[in-house]
């Protein structure tokens, strides 16, 4: 199982890999849903890091 570290840094990864590469993201400037998702996720495990009694620590 991987550590809320590595999840955190996984998805921060993937969104900013993602922002980078889609058009819609990075072209256009408009946020397309799966970067909203990628996001989310990302803020997700944030939260979740943050949080005293994670239960995956």
């Known amino acids: ?3 809320l570290e590595d999840a955190l840094q996984e998805s921060r ?3 900013e890999e993602h922002v980078r590469t889609c058009r819609q993201c ?3 400037m408009s946020p397309c849903a799966v ?4 996001l989310r996720a990302y ?3 944030r939260r ?4 005293p009694n994670s239960a995956m620590r």
């Open 43 to 45: 803020n997700n495990a």
């Open 1 to 3: 199982m991987p550590s």
């Open 48 to 51: 979740a890091q943050a949080r």
């Open 26 to 28: 990075h072209f256009d």
């Open 13 to 15: 990864t993937a969104y």
């Open 35 to 38: 970067s909203k998702h990628l």
